[in-house]
Structure formats: structure tokens, C-alpha cells
């Protein structure tokens, strides 16, 4: 399986500022997403991104507040823009791994908080 | 929409056998069974999953119903590092879905 790098792993943002998280895989990987998981709640998908193609966003994320990159098979950033209180969540990356019969990696998460 | 409906919680003595299970009666014929675990301040963790045939690997074993709209993760001899949340999610071609998932309490 992948090995994830996510960073920050934390962070403490003023309000109206933008956070941008990295996540490295150690190998390339065709599929990437990320998530987020509010305090107390489970895991709620942000969007998927695929290398050479626009993210792919949930209902109820935007791509002015949460703008993806993947400029290559191995890389994804999401930035938190225009941040508020609410925002304050743990983000998490995860790839898709074994080909069409996927298992999936995640990322150890970004905790931010807004202030 | 996570289409499957697990305990809220559980609880088991270490060095145990425990026996999670989850319904999903909708699922697919194409739609994989998987089990991910996140422990307190970590990420989900790959525990398991399968298609059809009962699966066994050194985390866990996955016991899927003949008809498949149930399954059960067990884990042999519980530990406390076995205390998470264990989520049971059905997948396709698809990101996976997470539902609440069962809080598994180990005690000792």
C-alpha cells in the first residue's frame, strides 16, 4: 500500500487568512481525495482529485473556498481559504491503491483551528 | 449517504474475540466490503475488505453473508490497541462513504 506524508499536521489560522495542506505519496497514484472530519464526526469528503483534471468537488464544497492542485501522480494540496471558527476541522488526504480492486490509504490529517 | 447501518458501540474484554457486524442490503453486485479503523488522533486504517468469499488477513477476518447484505469483521483476540472506531463502508469505483461507524471499547 501507499505511504502518505500530510503537513502541516497542525496549525492555529486568524480568521480571513488561508491554510494550503500538502500530501506526498510515496508512489504514483491515479486517485487522490480529500476529507473532512468536523469535531466528534466522522468523515465527510471534500472532493477527488485526479492528475490533469479539474477536482472533482461534493455537494456543499466549493472550489473558492477549498481549491485543489495536483500538478503531478504523486502530490495534492488543499487549500482552506477565507477561513472562519467553523472551518476549524482535521483534514485528511487518502489515496486509492491495488488497482480496480481498491483498498485505500490515509493521510495521519491536518488539525486546524480558527481563531 | 453511507448505506450501511453498524452499532453506534461496542464493548469486548481483551484478549477476546469480537465480532462487529454491519447490514447493507442495497449493496450492488459489483460494490466491495470495507473496513477501516481510526484510532484516537490518527487517520483511518486499512483493517479488510472483500467481495464475495470470506477474507482473512493478519488484522482481521471478514465474514460476508451468502446473500451479502451482511457482514462481520472479527478481530480473534481483542487488544486495547484495538479500541477505535471501526467503519464498515461500502465501495464501487467509487470514493468511499463513511458512516458513524461502531466505537469499540476494549477493557482489560
Known amino acids: 500500500s501507499a505511504v502518505i506524508s500530510q503537513k502541516p499536521s497542525r496549525d492555529i489560522c486568524q480568521r480571513g487568512t488561508s491554510l494550503t495542506i500538502q500530501c506526498q505519496v510515496d508512489?504514483?497514484?491515479?486517485?487522490m481525495f480529500w476529507y473532512r472530519q468536523q469535531p466528534g464526526q466522522s468523515l465527510t469528503l471534500i472532493a477527488t482529485?485526479?492528475?490533469?483534471?479539474?477536482?472533482?468537488?461534493e455537494s456543499g464544497f466549493v472550489i473558492d473556498k477549498f481549491p485543489i492542485s495536483r500538478p503531478n501522480l504523486t502530490f495534492s494540496t488543499l487549500t482552506v481559504s477565507n477561513m472562519s471558527p467553523e472551518d476549524s476541522s482535521i483534514y485528511l488526504c487518502?489515496?486509492?491503491?491495488?488497482?480496480?480492486?481498491?483498498?485505500?490509504?490515509f493521510g495521519s490529517g491536518t488539525r486546524l483551528t480558527v481563531v | 449517504d453511507a448505506k450501511t447501518t453498524q452499532p453506534n458501540s461496542m464493548e469486548s474484554n481483551e484478549e477476546e474475540p469480537v465480532h462487529l457486524p454491519c447490514n447493507h442490503s442495497?449493496?450492488?453486485?459489483?460494490?466491495?466490503i470495507h473496513w477501516y479503523r481510526q484510532l484516537p488522533s490518527q487517520g483511518p486504517e486499512y483493517v479488510i475488505h472483500?467481495?464475495?468469499s470470506n477474507v482473512n488477513n493478519r488484522m482481521a477476518s471478514l465474514a460476508i453473508a451468502e446473500d451479502r447484505k451482511s457482514s462481520t469483521l472479527i478481530l480473534h483476540r481483542a487488544t486495547l490497541r484495538d479500541a477505535a472506531v471501526y467503519y464498515c463502508?461500502?465501495?464501487?469505483?467509487?470514493?468511499?462513504?463513511f458512516g458513524k461507524g461502531t466505537r469499540l471499547s476494549v477493557i482489560a
Open positions: 487518502s489515496v486509492a491503491w491495488g488497482g480496480t480492486n481498491y483498498g485505500y490509504t
Open positions: 508512489s504514483q497514484v491515479t486517485m
Open positions: 482529485a485526479n492528475q490533469g483534471s479539474e477536482a472533482t468537488y
Open positions: 442495497t449493496i450492488s453486485g459489483t460494490d466491495y
Open positions: 472483500g467481495l464475495t
Open positions: 463502508i461500502r465501495a464501487g469505483n467509487t470514493p468511499l462513504v
